[in-house]
Nanobody, 123 residues
């Protein structure tokens, strides 16, 4: 069992930056695929970025070159650095962990979820 706690985000102007932090209740290094999802108002939740057991990362096309997923294994912490933010990045951001094989940004693959952190980007 892994508990995940997001923090960070808040209100940001377009073009600005912010960082999300996900603290895990135990080490996820080497044992879990970690991911960030987001849900915009009135839309379905979508996978934003993943980081695999070996450090391989993937991103949804809309955030490539702007967002960076990383983890500090010694601190059981996952990060999402978000730069050049756009109003369409507004939404609730969720940290998630997949204990199985593979690492896809698919909701159904995730075993554990945080409660989310809100990011609002104003133009």
């Amino acid at each position: 069992q892994v508990q995940l706690f997001e923090s960070g985000g808040g209100s940001v102007q377009a073009g600005g930056s912010t960082r999300l932090i996900c603290a895990a209740s135990k080490s996820t290094y080497g044992g879990y695929c970690m991911a960030w999802f987001r849900q915009a108002p009135g839309k379905q939740r979508e996978g934003v970025a993943t980081i695999d057991h070996d450090g391989t990362t993937t991103y949804v096309d809309s955030v490539k070159g702007r967002f960076t997923i990383s983890q500090d294994n010694g601190q059981n912490t996952l990060y999402l650095q978000m730069n050049d933010l756009k109003p369409e990045d507004t939404g609730m951001y969720f940290c998630a962990a997949d204990a199985g094989w593979g690492c896809r940004p698919a909701e159904g693959d995730m075993d554990y979820w945080g409660k989310g952190a809100l990011v609002i980007v104003s133009s």
